[in-house]
């Protein structure tokens, strides 16, 4: 029910030569017949602090004296429930719940049928009596324990527009999570947004993360209008009703000092892979694109021979089956030759480089962003650089953000808040995905200089 498939960047490496790195790009695909849709149980975790009540949308007649016109963060969550309940997208095996988190948590609906309307509609309409402050470990702590008894495909949707009280315990039940193989969708409502920590959390999860700006704001992808969020919630629902398969396991087993360096899921969105783990989590399978990863080892100098570095093992579940029990795929080689011949060992495979270098976008975009405040001409030479990547793999959507952030720093030496977040999370998401048309092989020795 799994196709599993694999390409080296390299099929020679030289012989002899310490520490090269070989690629490994890994595609994931459900077969036909794991394309069953399984019930989903979607916990949904929202912030009910006080800044909630900012308006965000464009005026609709409505005046309040305190935070002018439009609807507030609350009401547009709260819409956005509604939103999901009226869509067909929802089954009765469907099941939902709503904690709210402020200085506290409390669970407002606990697992429910997504059929009972009124159970769900009172819960979002509850969330306005609740005021304070920001402790989203809390909110998390509560709902994952909920998610912990429930059968099927498992989410989180995490709502919030600020800063949290206590960061440790949110990465705590991340890590919770992340062993539950529960993906968070991360919903980011506002400018005063701690972006490392959401993205963080969208990666120790392979979750994904999402960002939302008032209607007066001009948003760039991944960003969203305030006004679209009901419809940005729905889409992410939608994408988890199509993941077919579920916890998806890698185990690694090489070679003595063969290393594992790094593991980046690069399609349809890009997670790091938490390699401290065994085995490594994947995370799910969307039955129509499937999942493509970024294997990096560190391979010690050989002999000239071919030579099996290890193997890959590859487990899942296929909930809509009712499987509980893991399927195994039978192993997967890893083989190189490694050879004296200079030229065959620098001949690379585009369909590889062209993920490594998208994995590499985001790389050169966190580094510019830690630069711009000691050195904005060395962020803005980082930005080019990563310019360069995304036009030349056909990512406009990225080169459009890049083009953005260095309009501003030329302008004044420093980009806006609400630019470096969009640039952090749209390297997260606005990624290439498979079947794009790939860059020819003159584009990527330019890229790489093999």
Known sequence: MLDAQIQLH?????????????FIALHLQPQEAARIRSPLAVAFVVDTSGSMRQRVTRP?????????????????????????????????????????FDDGASVLVPFTSASDHAAHVAGAEALERFNGGTEMGKGMQAARKMLEHEPGHRRMILLTDGQTGNEKLVLEEAARLADLQ??????????????????????????????????AEEPHAPSVRASDLPAAILGDLAKAANEVISNTTLTMRTLKDVVVERVTRVQPTQTEVDIARTPLMLGNLDASSGSTYVIELS????????????????????????????????????????????QAAAQVRPEVMRWVQQRNVEGLIVQATRQMASDPQQAHESLQVARQMTERLGNTTM??????????????RKISSGTAKTLQMGAKTQTLQAGDKLPNDDDIRRMTGA
Do not use: C, W
């Open 10 to 22: 390299r099929e020679f490496l030289l012989a002899n030569v310490p520490n090269q790195r070989l």
């Open 299 to 342: 391979v010690p100098a050989r002999p000239a021979s071919r030579i099996r570095l290890g193997q890959l093992h590859i487990g899942y579940q296929v909930p809509g089956r009712g499987a509980q029990a893991i399927t195994q795929l039978p192993p997967i080689d890893v083989v190189v030759e490694f050879t004296a011949d200079d």
């Open 182 to 215: 529960v993906p968070v969708t991360t919903v980011g409502v506002g400018s005063d947004l701690n972006t490392a920590l959401l993205t963080r959390v969208a990666d120790l999860t392979q979750g994904q993360p999402m960002d939302v700006v008032p209607d």
């Open 60 to 100: 609709t007649g409505f005046t309040d004296m305190l935070f002018g016109k439009g609807i507030n963060k609350l009401s547009l969550v709260t819409e956005a429930l509604r939103g999901l309940l009226n869509s067909e997208l929802l089954i009765p095996d469907d099941r939902l719940s709503l904690t709210q």
């Open 399 to 412: 080169t459009r953000v890049i083009d953005q952030a260095m309009g501003e720093l030329n302008s004044g």
